[in-house]
């Protein structure tokens, strides 16, 4: 999901024969259990041994399905969080591992092999970049130092897509929102050193102190280019930073796609927009830009003022700062190390970095890296077929619960219904892999220039990018990679889509019980269903169009729904003094909520009208709502957990565990009574989907 991304887990297969359900239970898709075929996780694919009993799964259904788990688990010191999916990350970094040390090992490889090869040893060849230092950016740091104009700044502004750069005014490529087969640049207000302006702006000891710290940082840093009087032009930056942090939006309010649509034409941008050489700055990036789209008006306008009104000096010091921040991954480790002990250390809790080879697989996996060559790979080497299908079936099986539930709404009418269905009748799924795959041809990489070979992926992209933006959409397009363990919806696109990755053991389990598989998978899938309803994406049709397709009173009555589930997030506080911004979240709470509703009644289709067997004697509903539970098992730092409740668009993993608590079923298959402290009264239940 270009708009949110999930961290998932859990599987499919569902159990079952054929029958008249409007689910699909076929032979070929039935598993029957045989001496062999055990699930990965106990005997039916959830954890037992990780519940403590002891909590009263009303009091905490966290801690209750994830607990005697949460409290002897330790985390590890490369790791900010931990939990089910991150189990996922790590197998599929493995296998990636595997993948790229068997290129390593041969001769015989074709091109994209040759780059995987090449760019794999430029990263891991720690004697030649500690060698170079800060060279490999001396050129840009140069080219810093001589901006002796407002113009020459956006010059460098505009070319921070190549230099690694920050800038105050920054955009992508994305889709017209009122035509998705046309592309469009989109720019906002950006250009921050900490998380969120929220850092900045509020005075309490615990960002007193992180910022402090950040002054700090940022003097080691402009250390490394030779900068002196460090402190007093770190204080200048955070200062320059605190008034871009004072103009940008909150994070709530950039969610909201009605204020975030402002289309201009370029012909009426210095008119609308004046005091920025836009000409100038997008000349860097090589786009035509004939239609934009301002995604933050009155912030954009405030960085317009504070390019023409703050000094160039600190301006030159700001990116200074930032370009080396941004590249110290791909510099001497001295560099790599400062930039840590605050970015990982200080604001994430992070005890040690990861092992070098774990960052050069992060860093070849992506999108714009050699994500797809990898990709290829993988999914021949990791990803059957089988799976492909069977998540095809299960998919087309929440499509149906999906629709049936539209049917029973009691606060939407027969108009808005009617577009609701076409909505739904029009998703497109993904699953595993892209049908058309990213061609790396005239891409050069070498062995032993890391910085070169990031500087050549980047050109590479930016030129395909360039090439296609007055040309139709690509369709085929993928926002993640296979080995990616994500999965995500694009409204423009009305689609869904589920990298293989996720669709593994133990997660994606043949072998487990259909209310674990429902439970997991299944309510990922509902889950990413529910985005294209939540209460951003349901402001996109069937076609991906950013319109109007609901009736006023329906309208209403799904945003006082979607208020009562914000006001409940709104009282989570996971630190104190600190709590759940429902609003942020408000899009991610809707698809957990609504996903596993989605799921539950695909589940119950799946059974034809039979009760569920009871096993180990936990029966079909309370296995439902436990793979549910699992999936959402975490433990993270407190500075990770500050940095999602400021930065993040999802809730803590433990409050996403006990969305249950909107489902009349959770409460009958656990018993949850009133006095139980995730008691909701009825009327308190928020039922959207």
Request: proline share 4%.
């Amino acid at each position: 999901m270009k708009k949110s991304l999930i961290a998932i887990a859990l599987a499919t297969a569902f159990l079952g024969g054929c029958g008249t359900s409007d689910v699909n239970n076929s032979n070929d898709t039935t598993i029957t259990k045989t001496a062999t075929d055990q699930a990965e996780l106990g005997s039916f694919g959830v954890d037992l041994s990780a519940r403590n009993e002891e909590v009263k799964p009303g009091d905490d259904f966290f801690m209750y399905a994830s607990g005697t788990w949460y409290d002897n688990y330790i985390m590890p010191a490369d790791k900010t969080r931990y939990g089910a999916f991150t189990g996922l990350a790590e197998r599929s970094e493995k296998q990636v591992k595997e993948i790229i040390d068997d290129i390593a090992s041969r001769n015989d490889l074709n091109p994209e092999e040759q780059l995987i090869a090449d760019f794999y040893q430029s990263y891991m060849d720690t004697d030649t970049i500690n060698k170079l230092g800060i060279t490999p950016i001396q050129g840009t740091l140069d080219q810093i130092s001589a901006i002796n104009s407002t113009d020459d700044l956006t010059k460098i502004f505009g070319q921070a897509w190549l230099t690694g750069a920050t800038s105050p005014i920054s955009g992508g490529m994305w889709f017209n929102r009122l035509d998705p087969n046309q592309y469009e640049m989109s720019i906002g207000a950006g250009g921050l050193g900490l998380p969120d302006r929220s850092y900045y702006l509020e005075d309490s000891e615990r960002f007193v102190k992180i910022r402090a710290a950040y002054v700090k940082h940022i003097a080691e840093m402009l250390a490394f280019a030779g900068v002196k009087d460090g402190e007093a032009r770190a204080q200048a930056i955070i200062a320059l930073e605190t008034k871009m942090a004072e103009g940008q939006w909150p994070r709530e309010k950039r969610r909201n796609r009605d204020l975030t649509l402002n289309q201009v034409k370029r012909s009426d941008l210095t008119t609308q927009y004046p005091g920025f050489d836009w000409d100038l700055y997008f000349t860097q990036t090589g786009y035509s830009v004939p239609q934009l789209n301002i995604s933050q008006p009155e912030p954009v306008k405030t960085m317009i003022g504070l390019v023409n009104s703050e000094s160039l000096k600190v301006w030159q010091d700001y990116l200074t700062f930032h370009t080396i921040s941004n590249n110290a991954d791909l510099l001497s480790e001295d560099i790599y190390a400062a930039n840590f002990a605050f970015y990982g250390k200080e604001l994430s809790g992070q005890e040690e970095p990861r092992p070098r080879w774990k960052r050069a697989v992060s860093e070849m996996s992506g999108t714009q890296s050699l994500g797809f060559a990898i990709g290829k790979v993988y999914v021949k080497r990791y990803f059957p077929e089988s799976s492909k299908q069977k998540m095809s079936v299960l998919v087309e099986n929440l499509r149906t619960a999906m629709g049936q539930r539209i049917d029973d709404l009691d606060w939407m009418g027969a108009e808005t219904k009617v577009n609701a269905h076409a909505k739904l009748a029009a998703f497109n799924p993904k699953i595993g892999y892209p049908d058309v795959w990213q061609e790396f041809d005239g891409l050069t990489l070498t062995k032993t220039d890391l910085m070169g070979n990031l500087h050549n992926l980047r050109q590479y992209f930016k030129a395909d990018s360039v090439a296609k933006e007055l040309k139709k959409t690509d369709r085929n397009r993928w926002g993640m990679t296979p080995q990616r363990v994500n999965a995500y919806y694009n409204s423009s696109f009305n689609e869904i889509v589920f990298p293989a990755a996720i669709l593994q053991p133990p997660f994606f389990d043949p072998n487990a019980d259909a209310a674990v598989n429902y439970g997991g998978i299944g309510a990922v899938i509902g889950h990413e269903m529910g985005h294209g309803f939540d209460d951003q994406g349901s402001k996109s049709d069937a076609n991906g169009i950013q319109r109007n397709w609901w009736t006023d009173a329906d309208r209403a009555a799904f945003d006082a729904k979607a208020d009562q589930l914000a006001a409940q997030y709104n009282k989570y506080e996971p630190i104190p003094e600190n709590f759940v911004n429902g609003r942020n979240s408000l899009g991610e709470n809707i698809g957990d909520v609504g996903g596993l509703s989605m799921a539950y009644h695909a589940y119950k289709l799946s059974l034809n009208g039979k009760e569920a067997p009871v096993i180990d004697g936990v029966t079909g509903d309370q296995r439902f709502f436990l793979a549910w539970a699992q999936v959402w098992k975490e433990k993270r730092t407190e500075q990770s957990m500050l940095n999602q409740l400021r930065a993040g668009t999802h809730a803590p993993g433990r409050y996403r565990a006990q969305a249950p608590r909107n489902h009349d079923a959770w409460y009958k298959a656990f018993d949850v009574k009133p006095g139980d402290a995730l008691y909701l009264a009825e009327d308190e239940r928020v039922r959207i989907w």
